[in-house]
């Protein structure tokens, strides 16, 4: 079982709508629990991190974190076709500040 | 977020050379340095951790004699591909750390290496 799971994607939406990414993860005891975007060629760039249950919001996204059922998911309102990137989830388990990563939800936004 | 430099942004080598990549941190210091490689269409994979003036901690799989790492200043590491192979291609992301406390952390623009 993989430690951070994310739907490969492509995941379509037009532009303006809502995106939602999901990511599950299978350590309880994690801790820390961040989404990062991606353009192609590019490093990760760190959109959110969310450390206590609920949500989280930063303009137009918001972080969800529901450690009960290992699952934390991204919103994107008002998508726009900038926003087309590979989103990684990314998790801190231990006290190491090791990042474990998701495989990234590819999101494409269309005109 | 932090200022993180990365040197070659790029560079291509015939197979069985070595290529030395480095990594600057701008506006802070790195106690821990951590040095990540994504293969095309994968994830990020975390290679190693150093902490400044020790060795490195590789994770399982990586060769610590083909990935050589030295973490000699709080702004400075570098990581040494010795005797790269066409497997060995791949986008090599630095990621300092201040060590401060905080979890988030910040990626240098990443180096892509080409083995010819």
């Known amino acids: 079982q993989k430690e951070v799971e994310q739907n490969s994607g492509p995941l379509s939406v037009p532009e303006g709508a809502i995106a939602s990414l999901n990511c599950t993860y299978s350590?309880?005891?994690?801790?820390?629990f961040f989404w990062y975007r991606q353009y192609s060629g590019k490093s990760p760039e760190l959109i959110m991190s969310i450390y206590s249950n609920g949500d989280k919001e930063d303009g137009r996204f918001t972080a969800q974190l529901n450690k009960a059922s290992q699952y934390v998911s991204l919103l994107i309102r008002d998508s726009q076709p900038s926003d087309s990137a590979t989103y990684l989830c990314?998790?801190?388990?231990?006290?190491?500040?090791?990042?474990?990563f998701g495989t990234g939800t590819r999101l494409q936004v269309t005109l | 977020g932090a200022v993180v430099s990365q040197h070659p942004s790029w560079v291509i080598c015939k197979s069985g050379t070595s290529v030395k990549i480095e990594c600057r941190s701008l506006d802070f210091q790195a106690t821990t340095m951590f040095w990540y490689r994504q293969f095309p269409k994968q994830s990020l994979m975390l290679m190693a951790t150093?902490?400044?003036?020790?060795?490195?901690?590789?994770e399982q799989g990586v060769e610590k004699d083909k990935f050589l790492i030295n973490h000699a200043s709080l702004t400075l590491s570098t990581l040494t591909v010795t005797s790269a192979h066409p497997e060995d291609s791949s986008f090599y992301i630095c990621?300092?750390?201040?060590?401060?406390?905080?979890?988030?952390?910040?990626f240098g623009p990443g180096t892509r290496l080409t083995v010819l």
């Open positions: 990621s300092p750390n201040p060590g401060t406390g905080g979890n988030e952390q910040f």
């Open positions: 150093s902490n400044e003036g020790s060795k490195a901690t590789y």
């Open positions: 350590d309880r005891v994690s801790q820390s």
């Open positions: 990314a998790v801190i388990a231990g006290t190491a500040s090791k990042l474990t």
